[in-house]
C-alpha cells in the first residue's frame, strides 16, 4: 500500500539577484513517499499555478542524477539529507510525517541567485572553459590497451570524471570553495597520458580562474567531499596542488 | 608572483610558516620537559636562551613566523567570508566526517594568541626582554629572581590553580588547532592521496596528543609540587 505523509515546506523566494528574498511556508497533504523530492515541488507548483500564483523556480532536466541541474539545499543540506545522491533521486521517504523541510538555493557569493531556488552556475563553464579540455591531436580512436594505464590510474581518473558540476561542494564549503570540483576536471585528465601533455598550463589556468571568480580559499574542512553527490574525494585536492606547485616551481 | 597571488600559493604560505611553528612547538616542548627532570639544567637552557646575539635572531624569526601565519590567516579568512557572501543559510548542519576544528581554524588561533599574550607577559617579558633592557634580576610577587632563573618562573606561576587552568585551556586550543593543521598542511603541500590521507589523519592526531600532553605535564608537575610544598 502507497504511504503518505503531510509536511509544511519552507521555501526561499526571491524575485532576482538584486532583491531581498525571503521564506515563504506552504502545506502539502497526502505527499506520497514513494515521490521524488522535485515531483513534491512539482505537486506544490501545480497547485500554486491552479491557484494563479507563481510557481517556484529550481533548476533540473535529467531527473535521474547525471546532468548536475538540480541543486537544493534542503534542512541544512546540500542535495538534501540523504548520502551521495543528487536532489533529483532525493525521495520523500526520507522525511517523517509532519515534518517542516526548509529549501533554499545554493549560497555563494559565485552563484547568485536568478529567482528563487535557481542559482547562476556559469562560473563552472568559465572554468572549464579556461582549460577543462584536451587540445592535443591524440589521434583516431586507439585499439584497446594500446595505450597502458594502470588499473589505480584509470580508476581514479574515471571517479574523478564522476563529477556532474552541480556545485554542491561550493554551496557546502563555508569558504565559498570550489576547489573539489576543480581539482575533479584537472584530475581526471592529469592522471592519463593523452591529458598530461598540457597538464601543467591547464591547471595553472583553471586555478587562475577560480580565483579571479571570487571562490574562496579551501581550508580542507571536507564538507564539499561529505555532501557531494559522487563522492569525488578530497585526494583530488591534494594532487591539483601538487600539480600547481610543481608547475609554478618548474616556471 | 605565484605565492601571493593565487589561492593555492597563499594556502602554502599558511601551511609552510604552520609547519615551521610546529617544529617550534616541538623545540620549546622538549625543553619544558626538561625542567621536570632538574631545575638546574632548565635554567642553563634559559641562561642560553637569554639576551644573545642567536636568541634574538631565533626570537626574531619566529616572531615572524608568527606574524607570516597570523597576517595570511587574517588575509584567507577575510576572502573566504566575502567568498561565501552575505546570506547564510537558515538551516545548516555540519556534515559527518567534518571535524569542529577544521571549520573555526581562526577562533582557535585566537585563542592561541590570547594565550601567547599572557605567556609572554609573564615570562619573556621579564625574562630575555628584561635581559635585553639590561636588567639581571626581577620581581616575581614577592620575590626577588635572576632573569634568567627559569624555574623560579615556572614554580611561581603554576602554583596559582587559575593560571594553571588558563595554560590547559590554552593547550586544549592548540590540541584542536593541530588535530586540523597537521594533515591539512600536508595536504595543502599535496603530499597525500586516498591512502595517505588516513595515515596522516592518525598521526595529526598521535602528534597534537602528545604536545598536548608534554606541555601539561610540566603544569600539572609543578602544580603539584606546590602543593606539597
Ligand atoms: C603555535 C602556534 C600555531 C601553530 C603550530 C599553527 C599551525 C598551523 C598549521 C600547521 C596550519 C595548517 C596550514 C594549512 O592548512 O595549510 C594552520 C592553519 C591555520 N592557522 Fe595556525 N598555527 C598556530 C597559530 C595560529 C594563530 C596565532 C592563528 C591566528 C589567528 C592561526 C590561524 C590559522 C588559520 C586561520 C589557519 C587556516 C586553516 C587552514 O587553512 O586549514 N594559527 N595553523
Ligand atoms: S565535485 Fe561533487 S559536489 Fe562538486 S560539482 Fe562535482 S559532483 Fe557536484
Ligand atoms: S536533474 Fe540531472 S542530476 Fe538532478
Known amino acids: 500500500m502507497e504511504k503518505t505523509i503531510n509536511i509544511t515546506l519552507k521555501v526561499w523566494r526571491q524575485r532576482g539577484p538584486k532583491e531581498n528574498g525571503a521564506f515563504e511556508t506552504f502545506q502539502l497533504k497526502n505527499i506520497s513517499t514513494d515521490s521524488s523530492f522535485l515531483e513534491m515541488l512539482d505537486v506544490l507548483n501545480e497547485q500554486l499555478v491552479s491557484e494563479q500564483k507563481e510557481p517556484i523556480v529550481f533548476d533540473h532536466d535529467c531527473r535521474e542524477g547525471i546532468c548536475g541541474m538540480c541543486s537544493l539545499y534542503i534542512n541544512g543540506h546540500a542535495h538534501g539529507p540523504d548520502e551521495d545522491v543528487t536532489t533529483c533521486q532525493l525521495h520523500m521517504r526520507k522525511f517523517k510525517d509532519g515534518e517542516t523541510i526548509t529549501v533554499e538555493p545554493w549560497r555563494s557569493a559565485s552563484f547568485p541567485v536568478i529567482r528563487d531556488l535557481m542559482v547562476d552556475r556559469n562560473a563552472f563553464d568559465k572554468i572549464i572553459q579556461a582549460g577543462g579540455y584536451t587540445s592535443v591531436n591524440t589521434g583516431g580512436v586507439p585499439d584497446a590497451n594500446s595505450i597502458p594505464i594502470s588499473k589505480i590510474d584509470a580508476d581514479e581518473a574515471m571517479d574523478a570524471a564522476s563529477c556532474i558540476g552541480c556545485g554542491a561542494c561550493v554551496a557546502a564549503c563555508k569558504n565559498g570553495s570550489a576547489m573539489l570540483f576543480v581539482s575533479a576536471k584537472v584530475s581526471q585528465l592529469a592522471l592519463l597520458p593523452q591529458g598530461r601533455v598540457e597538464a601543467a598550463a591547464r591547471v595553472k589556468k583553471m586555478v587562475a580562474k577560480m580565483d579571479e571568480l571570487g571562490f574562496g580559499n579551501c581550508t580542507n574542512t571536507r564538507a564539499c567531499e561529505a555532501e557531494c553527490p559522487k563522492n569525488v574525494s578530497i585526494a583530488n585536492i591534494a594532487r591539483m596542488n601538487r600539480e600547481f606547485i610543481c608547475a609554478k616551481l618548474k616556471d | ?229
Open chain 2, 1 to 229: 608572483m605565484w605565492l601571493l597571488n593565487s589561492s593555492i600559493g597563499k594556502k602554502l604560505i599558511m601551511s609552510i610558516s604552520g609547519v615551521f611553528l610546529i617544529l617550534f612547538l616541538l623545540f620549546h616542548m622538549s625543553m619544558n620537559i626538561v625542567a621536570v627532570f632538574s631545575a638546574d639544567a632548565y635554567n642553563m637552557i634559559c641562561e642560553l636562551l637569554g639576551a644573545n646575539w642567536y636568541a634574538l635572531v631565533g626570537t626574531a624569526v619566529l616572531a615572524g613566523g608568527f606574524l607570516v601565519h597570523i597576517v595570511f590567516a587574517f588575509m584567507l579568512t577575510l576572502q573566504n567570508q566575502k567568498a561565501r557572501g552575505n546570506q547564510s543559510y537558515a538551516v545548516s548542519e555540519r556534515p559527518k566526517g567534518v571535524d569542529f576544528a577544521s571549520q573555526n581554524m581562526f577562533i582557535l588561533g585566537t585563542i592561541v594568541v590570547l594565550g601567547l599574550i599572557m605567556h609572554f607577559a609573564q615570562f619573556w617579558y621579564k625574562m630575555q626582554f628584561a635581559e635585553i633592557l639590561g636588567h639581571h634580576e626581577v620581581e616575581l610577587g614577592t620575590a626577588v629572581v635572576g632573569v634568567a632563573d627559569g624555574a623560579a618562573f615556572i614554580k611561581y606561576w603554576f602554583s596559582n590553580p587559575i593560571i594553571c587552568i588558563l595554560y590547559l585551556i590554552w593547550f586544549a586550543a592548540l590540541w584542536f588547532h593541530l588535530t586540523h593543521g597537521f594533515w591539512s598542511a600536508i595536504q595543502t603541500i599535496g603530499w597525500s592521496n586516498q591512502i595517505w590521507y588516513n595515515r596522516w589523519k592518525c598521526i595529526s592526531n598521535i602528534f597534537a596528543t602528545v604536545v598536548f600532553l608534554g606541555f601539561a605535564l610540566v603544569v600539572v608537575t609543578f602544580f603539584l609540587k606546590s602543593l606539597c610544598a
